[in-house]
């Protein structure tokens, strides 16, 4: 019984003292081994690692990617002198974890805020030699790519290894969007005023040509009508001319009868005349015709 005793002591202590050496590493992180506080040994790979027990230790590090994203919008001026609001992240992960423990002591928060103030440096000095309208669309993506290739080279002496830079929103200040926007308005009322000026203007002058076209046409068609009416009495007289010709008689008692028509068109038309006057010849020569007759 002592010896079974034993045994089942030496069994515990055993499993114990495995317990207290291994430890695992998973593919989702690092791990550090301390002995008396320096660095050992750093485990990269994930499996299953012995360590001295009661004399190492072990500190775990993500080795995901993270992100770093600022609460508010920070403020930088253009070459313009011009503030702008810029809205930003980082992407980010650790590729050495003993430089990443050397530097930050494995404060994350501590790492955020190194390459937090990298990266506003980076966007100051790239923002200060651009104006307001490169900044927010010509050379956007020019900028995030010299502040990610800036920010890796200065983090990779704490270890970390920066993916990417956005800027994911660049915006001028209330006060500056204000101001901005009431001297578009303006512009865009100035501009509009010209163009009614202008239309005004080419309305007046198209109407102006219609008018003075349509006074040619008019008068051209007045003339027109003027010859074609000439040539009409010069031929109405020529023919008038050849039947008075041919029976002079006749034409004088046909214009008489246009004489009389014309005269007595009215029941109520009433004419004082001479009973010799040569008005009436051809009125006298009818009774005088009736009279021998009867």
């Known amino acids: 019984?002592?010896?079974?005793?034993?045994?089942?002591?030496?069994?515990?202590?055993?499993?114990?003292?495995?317990?207290?050496?291994?430890?695992?590493?998973?593919?989702?992180?690092?791990?550090?081994?301390?002995?008396?506080?320096?660095?050992?040994?750093?485990?990269?790979?994930?499996?299953?690692?012995?360590?001295?027990?009661?004399?190492?230790?072990?500190?775990?590090?993500?080795?995901?990617?993270?992100?770093?994203?600022?609460?508010?919008?920070?403020?930088?001026?253009?070459?313009?002198?011009?503030?702008?609001?810029?809205?930003?992240?980082?992407?980010?992960?650790?590729?050495?974890?003993?430089?990443?423990?050397?530097?930050?002591?494995?404060?994350?928060?501590?790492?955020?805020?190194?390459?937090?103030?990298?990266?506003?440096?980076?966007?100051?000095?790239?923002?200060?030699k651009r104006t307001t309208h490169e900044v927010v669309s010509g050379e956007r993506s020019q900028i995030m790519d010299i502040l990610r290739e800036r920010a890796d080279r200065d983090s990779r002496q704490m270890g970390i290894q920066v993916l990417d830079v956005r800027l994911r929103r660049v915006d001028l200040p209330q006060e500056v969007s204000e101001s901005v926007y009431q001297r578009m308005e303006a512009e865009r009322k100035r501009v509009a005023n010209e163009r009614r000026s202008l239309g005004a203007s080419e309305a007046e002058k198209i109407r102006a040509d219609a008018d003075k076209q349509r006074e040619v046409i008019i008068a051209e068609a007045f003339s027109a009508a003027q010859k074609i009416k000439g040539e009409g009495d010069a031929k109405a007289a020529e023919i008038y001319s050849q039947a008075y010709g041919k029976s002079p008689e006749f034409y004088a008692f046909y214009r008489s009868l246009d004489a009389y028509r014309n005269s007595f068109k009215s029941k109520s038309d009433v004419m004082v005349l001479d009973p010799n006057s040569d008005f009436l010849k051809y009125m006298r020569s009818s009774g005088r015709a009736n009279n021998t007759g009867n």
């Open 1 to 128: 019984m002592r010896n079974l005793g034993t045994v089942l002591v030496g069994l515990i202590a055993a499993l114990l003292l495995l317990s207290l050496s291994a430890f695992s590493v998973d593919q989702r992180e690092y791990a550090l081994v301390f002995r008396l506080g320096e660095i050992v040994s750093v485990k990269k790979e994930p499996g299953l690692y012995f360590k001295v027990p009661l004399v190492d230790n072990v500190r775990y590090f993500d080795r995901r990617i993270l992100t770093l994203n600022w609460v508010e919008p920070d403020r930088f001026l253009t070459s313009e002198k011009m503030n702008v609001l810029v809205d930003s992240f980082i992407k980010w992960r650790i590729v050495d974890p003993a430089k990443y423990y050397v530097s930050v002591k494995g404060d994350e928060l501590q790492a955020e805020r190194r390459l937090s103030q990298t990266v506003n440096d980076g966007l100051r000095a790239e923002f200060g």
